[in-house]
């Protein structure tokens, strides 16, 4: 290898480091992604220097990656940019998986090469198979209710185990190749199983993780083919996708084990025996003079806004009581959405301000002072039973402290339970009102009810 | 001297550390982004596939394993870069009212 090629994978390795480092804030962002196209278009150019041969086939390559992927950047509506995310995922860890498959056929290499491609070809074909599950449960082609089966968990490991028997094998003997479609075809039938008892509800946590070994699978190609341009970008992207995975985990109480092998909204609770409860309903002329009224209101997100396409009308709500001098301010739990921050880019995209988005750390100490607090679509993040009550399944999960504010006000089609099929307390609080309807149209009959009192 | 696997393993450490540390100071705000983008800085196994298919002597399987890696490699690269800096010319601020 020539020397030129290394010193500009030190550079790249150099620009992915600062691309995800001006990510921390918004101002400085898209300086971020220009770091990293710079970065990739180096470690792209440094490895041509010493590799063109065959560049035909390169380019016929490059140019499908091109007709697929400009218009799926610009054609993705923003509520499905976690399927494009699980997809990518998918691409990445095939093609991880496939270069890894190329060099065991052709070099048939023994020692710690043949580790590392061992792992890279398994991380890969699971993630490969994992995320297109994934994929196909946020996009409902798939049911998101888990799907489960006796003994899963015991099935699931002898598989897991029978592939690493098999990988471990090919490890001492890499010229016995006849065994590896054996061993990718049990590391793709693991990933479809490893998602199939996972529900939608925990699907930020599985894109996260996800997206880390994708990441580690980059990394041990890097260790497989000695580049350490590979080890440091899949180092990044697989801490990257710790770190949120580890964040989706804390913000829903529950551990890996429990998200990958507790088939979470499964056993529906009984919902003690769904006693006829007293709640009280307003109408949207009520609602609107409340919030008319109100100093200060706190609009709480959840993912039925983004389903009811009611985004824009929230923006118009929000234009509409800033004019008038209450101040609103967004409440963003960390799994609103499908993904990690995905409530942020749904907002942002019907031009909310991002210093009105305030996340639930921050805000959760303004909800006592908070005069109106508007939830839309979101139900399980505002339940107090997280807070108080031990024998509830989401008992200990960290909730928006909506209860505390003077008047809340809820928009919901019904009193039926949401995702984990949990009754919420909040709804029978003598300072709650329903506001029954779809979130869109009642936003709307909100906003309308708000000119005439002007 | 030390082996390549050391060298690598090295490499390997330090940069998961710094990793979780860069990726620790993004704001909760931007984590839809960073993660398109992640996405698409980990299609650095495009590099691989070229090695694999520029080989003098890359066998047919080869050369059409390494044609597929890098076909969707790059669709993660292009589609990766250039949605996250659609999502991210949304975030704005409260403009001088």
């Given at each position: 290898m020539s020397g030129l090629a290394n010193y500009v994978y030190i550079l790249a390795g150099a620009l992915f480091i600062l691309s995800l480092k001006w990510m921390n804030s918004p101002v400085l962002a898209r300086r971020g992604v220009l770091a990293g196209e710079l970065g990739m278009l180096l470690a792209?150019?440094?490895?041509?220097?010493?590799?063109?041969?065959?560049?035909?086939?390169?380019?016929?390559?490059?140019?499908?990656?091109?007709?697929?992927?400009?218009?799926?950047?610009?054609?993705?509506?923003?509520?499905?940019?976690?399927?494009?995310?699980?997809?990518?995922?998918?691409?990445?860890?095939?093609?991880?998986?496939?270069?890894?498959?190329?060099e065991i056929y052709q070099s048939q290499p023994g020692g710690f090469v043949m580790v590392a491609l061992i792992v890279e070809t398994l991380l890969g074909f699971l993630t490969f198979t994992g995320s297109l599950m994934a994929m196909g449960k946020l996009q409902e082609i798939l049911p998101s209710r888990p799907i489960t089966y006796r003994n899963q968990n015991l099935i699931n490991g002898a598989l897991f185990a029978l592939a690493v028997a098999i990988g471990v094998r090919l490890i001492f003997v890499p010229a016995n190749t006849f065994l590896f479609p054996f061993f990718a075809a049990l590391a793709l039938i693991f990933g479809v199983l490893l998602i199939l008892p996972i529900g939608g509800a925990d699907m930020p946590t599985v894109?996260?993780?996800?997206?880390?070994?994708?990441?580690?699978?980059?990394?041990?190609?890097?260790?497989?083919?000695?580049?350490?341009?590979?080890?440091?970008?899949?180092?990044?992207?697989?801490?990257?996708?710790?770190?949120?995975?580890?964040?989706?985990?804390?913000?829903?109480?529950?551990?890996?084990?429990n998200v990958l092998f507790g088939a979470f909204g499964q056993i529906q609770p009984s919902a003690a025996a769904r006693e006829q409860r007293n709640y009280r309903s307003a109408s949207a002329e009520e609602a609107a003079s409340i919030l008319e009224s109100a100093t200060s209101a706190i609009i709480v997100p959840g993912y039925?806004?983004?389903?009811?396409?009611?985004?824009?009308?929230?923006?118009?709500?929000?234009?509409?009581?800033?004019?008038?001098?209450?101040?609103?301010?967004?409440?963003i739990h960390p799994v609103a959405g499908r993904m990690p921050g995905h409530m942020n880019v749904l907002l942002a995209e019907a031009d909310i301000p991002y210093d009105r988005l305030v996340e639930m750390d921050e805000i959760n100490g303004e909800f006592p002072q908070c005069d109106v607090a508007l939830v839309i679509g979101a139900n399980d993040v505002t339940n107090p039973a997280a807070r108080n009550d031990k024998s509830s399944p989401i008992f200990g999960m960290p909730i928006l402290d909506v209860d505390r504010a003077r008047t809340v006000m809820v928009i919901k089609r019904s009193m039926s339970p949401g995702f984990a099929g949990i009754d919420n307390e909040l709804?029978?609080?003598?300072?709650?009102?329903?506001?029954?309807?779809?979130?869109?149209a009642f936003v709307t009959e909100i906003v309308k009810e708000l000119p005439a009192k002007a | 001297m030390p082996s390549n696997l050391e060298?690598?393993?090295?490499?390997?450490?330090?940069?998961?550390?710094?990793?979780?540390?860069?990726?620790?100071?993004?704001?909760?705000?931007?984590?839809?982004?960073?993660?398109?983008l992640t996405n698409a800085i980990?299609?650095?196994s495009v590099v691989g596939a070229i090695m694999i298919i520029s080989r003098e002597d890359a066998t047919e399987l080869s050369k059409w394993l390494g044609f597929i890696a890098i076909a969707a490699a790059s669709t993660n690269i292009i589609s990766g870069f250039l949605i996250t800096d659609r999502m991210l010319k949304m975030f704005k601020r409260r403009g001088k009212e």
């Open positions: 792209i150019g440094g490895t041509l220097i010493n590799h063109h041969h065959n560049w035909e086939w390169m380019l016929a390559a490059f140019l499908i990656g091109l007709a697929v992927g400009v218009p799926i950047a610009y054609l993705m509506p923003m509520t499905a940019v976690p399927q494009r995310t699980a997809m990518s995922h998918a691409c990445g860890a095939l093609a991880a998986a496939l270069v890894g498959t190329a894109i996260a993780l996800l997206n880390s070994y994708a990441g580690l699978s980059a990394c041990a190609m890097g260790f497989a083919l000695d580049n350490h341009l590979l080890i440091i970008a899949g180092a990044l992207d697989g801490s990257s996708g710790l770190i949120l995975s580890i964040i989706m985990c804390k913000a829903m109480n529950r551990s890996f084990a039925g806004l983004a389903v009811a396409q009611a985004q824009h009308k929230i923006r118009e709500l929000f234009d509409s009581l800033s004019r008038r001098g209450v101040d609103v301010k967004f409440a709804y029978y609080m003598d300072r709650t009102l329903m506001l029954f309807g779809d979130a869109k | 060298v690598g393993l090295y490499v390997f450490m330090l940069a998961t550390f710094v990793g979780l540390e860069v990726i620790r100071k993004v704001s909760p705000l931007l984590h839809t982004p960073l993660m398109s980990s299609a650095i």
